[in-house]
């Protein structure tokens, strides 16, 4: 089909004026935690599951979720702390999938800080690890079990790194975790009160290197 | 999780903007745009091995269609029926827009020209409004609208072409709403 000026002229006032309407963050969170059951499923699946005629979808992802759970104990890790790894790395891979890597896109560390502090309730340490081969790319504000954290975002080469860091408070975290995932590696550690996550696809060796880094050059 | 399966997975959620901006402009609500969507994802897992490979946006977009399509119907809202009168909408109609300068003083009435401009679309049949989304706002191609619609290139061509002049006719009447 031909398209006139006309046509066009109506294509550009449409796609500059109507409305797009973007999908909203809560539910990209149900799609996205739907799409790829955690053990955090059965809990949040009652709300989606009020649409009767999915009681057999839900039954069946019910199994898949008691088998992925099944298969993740052998692991030897607690519950609560393979809940937290799969959280951690569901904010990474979305963080790369839906292009929202950073609320504050900056290289420079007093920029990033203050601008997280502001948003949250704690001030994370912020390093710039450029001069290492590590440079910050920037901060967002993320949520991680049932709390606003700050997640600092660094690159090696052409991965990306996502730390994760919120106050301890009385909680105890456990011991340090050192995980691989579905192709991705995890470390977490705490100093001075807070807990710090690092996912990446980066290797292991490389990761260690940046938690060193990290540990010896946060300002704490 | 295999890794064909975290693929789909993956490839699913990057179609998620879309998905929403035609579930929310079929059903012209938020909440039940939303359920649409969520309600449609379950269909793409539950049926995904019915997914041929290539291209999954057309795919993707056919689910939700048929899901919202599924509630409007239910909900009686046959707009859809509504009788399309060719000599009446097909009129060739001067654009009023066009000639907006981009001064300040015409902001307010750029304001004006969007919601005029959305209820416009918003008031056109269903059939005739998705065509105009996934051409324009999508920019999809017309194989591809045919795929979403179930229906062939050529009928794809002749509803895009009266949703246009349908279109042209509502923003020309109603210059100010």
């Given at each position: 089909?031909?398209?006139?000026r006309?046509d066009s002229e109506?294509?550009?006032?449409i796609?500059?004026k109507?409305?797009y309407?973007?999908?909203?963050q809560d539910?990209r969170g149900?799609?996205s935690?739907?799409?790829?059951p955690?053990?955090?499923?059965?809990?949040?699946a009652?709300?989606?599951l009020?649409w009767?005629?999915?009681?057999?979808?839900?039954?069946a992802f019910?199994m898949?979720?008691?088998?992925?759970?099944?298969?993740t104990?052998?692991?030897?890790?607690?519950?609560?702390?393979d809940?937290?790894?799969e959280q951690?790395?569901?904010?990474?891979?979305?963080?790369l999938?839906?292009a929202?890597?950073?609320?504050?896109?900056?290289?420079?560390q007093?920029?990033?800080?203050p601008?997280?502090s502001?948003?949250?309730?704690?001030?994370p340490?912020?390093?710039?690890?450029?001069s290492a081969?590590?440079?910050l790319?920037?901060?967002r504000?993320?949520?991680?079990e049932g709390?606003?954290?700050?997640?600092?975002?660094y690159q090696?080469?052409l991965h990306?790194?996502n730390v994760f860091?919120?106050?301890l408070?009385d909680?105890?975290s456990?011991?340090?975790?050192s995980?691989?995932r579905?192709?991705?590696n995890?470390k977490s550690?705490d100093k001075n009160?807070?807990?710090?996550?690092?996912?990446s696809?980066?290797q292991?060796?490389e990761l260690?290197k940046f938690?060193t880094?990290l540990?010896?050059?946060?300002?704490? | 999780?295999?890794?064909q399966?975290?693929q789909f997975?993956?490839v699913?959620?990057?179609y998620?903007?879309a998905?929403?901006?035609?579930?929310r402009w079929l059903v012209r609500?938020?909440?039940v745009?939303?359920?649409?969507?969520q309600?449609a994802?379950l269909?793409a897992?539950k049926?995904?091995e019915?997914?041929?490979?290539?291209?999954m946006?057309?795919?993707l977009?056919g689910?939700?269609?048929?899901?919202?399509?599924t509630w409007?119907?239910?909900?009686?809202?046959?707009?859809?029926?509504?009788?399309f009168?060719?000599?009446?909408?097909s009129e060739n109609?001067?654009?009023?827009f066009g000639q907006?300068e981009s001064?300040?003083?015409?902001?307010?009435m750029r304001?004006?020209?969007s919601?005029?401009?959305n209820q416009s679309?918003n008031a056109?049949?269903a059939?005739f409004r998705?065509?105009?989304?996934?051409?324009?706002?999508e920019?999809l191609?017309y194989d591809?609208?045919?795929?979403?619609?179930a229906?062939?290139v050529?009928?794809v061509m002749?509803?895009?072409?009266?949703a246009?002049?349908?279109?042209?006719a509502?923003l020309q009447?109603?210059e100010?709403v």
């Amino acid at each position: 089909m031909m398209e006139n000026r006309e046509d066009s002229e109506l294509a550009a006032l449409i796609k500059h004026k109507a409305d797009y309407f973007e999908a909203p963050q809560d539910l990209r969170g149900r799609v996205s935690r739907m799409l790829t059951p955690t053990p955090v499923v059965p809990e949040r699946a009652s709300r989606w599951l009020v649409w009767r005629q999915w009681w057999g979808v839900g039954a069946a992802f019910a199994m898949g979720v008691m088998l992925s759970v099944a298969v993740t104990s052998l692991r030897g890790l607690p519950a609560s702390q393979d809940r937290l790894i799969e959280q951690v790395l569901d904010s990474h891979v979305r963080s790369l999938m839906v292009a929202h890597l950073s609320d504050i896109a900056s290289s420079d560390q007093h920029t990033v800080k203050p601008w997280l502090s502001s948003h949250l309730d704690f001030s994370p340490p912020v390093a710039d690890l450029a001069s290492a081969g590590f440079p910050l790319l920037g901060g967002r504000m993320d949520y991680l079990e049932g709390r606003a954290v700050a997640a600092l975002v660094y690159q090696r080469h052409l991965h990306t790194i996502n730390v994760f860091v919120w106050p301890l408070r009385d909680k105890p975290s456990g011991a340090p975790v050192s995980a691989t995932r579905r192709g991705f590696n995890l470390k977490s550690w705490d100093k001075n009160g807070m807990q710090f996550w690092a996912v990446s696809d980066i290797q292991s060796a490389e990761l260690d290197k940046f938690e060193t880094l990290l540990r010896e050059q946060s300002g704490l | 999780m295999t890794e064909q399966a975290q693929q789909f997975e993956a490839v699913a959620l990057s179609y998620l903007n879309a998905a929403y901006n035609l579930a929310r402009w079929l059903v012209r609500d938020e909440q039940v745009a939303q359920d649409m969507v969520q309600e449609a994802y379950l269909r793409a897992l539950k049926y995904r091995e019915s997914f041929r490979g290539g291209d999954m946006r057309p795919w993707l977009l056919g689910i939700v269609r048929n899901t919202c399509y599924t509630w409007l119907q239910q909900s009686k809202q046959r707009e859809d029926q509504v009788e399309f009168d060719e000599e009446r909408d097909s009129e060739n109609c001067e654009l009023i827009f066009g000639q907006t300068e981009s001064n300040p003083e015409t902001l307010a009435m750029r304001k004006q020209e969007s919601l005029h401009l959305n209820q416009s679309i918003n008031a056109l049949p269903a059939v005739f409004r998705e065509v105009l989304i996934l051409r324009e706002l999508e920019e999809l191609s017309y194989d591809d609208i045919a795929v979403v619609a179930a229906i062939p290139v050529g009928t794809v061509m002749s509803r895009l072409s009266r949703a246009r002049a349908m279109l042209r006719a509502a923003l020309q009447r109603g210059e100010i709403v």
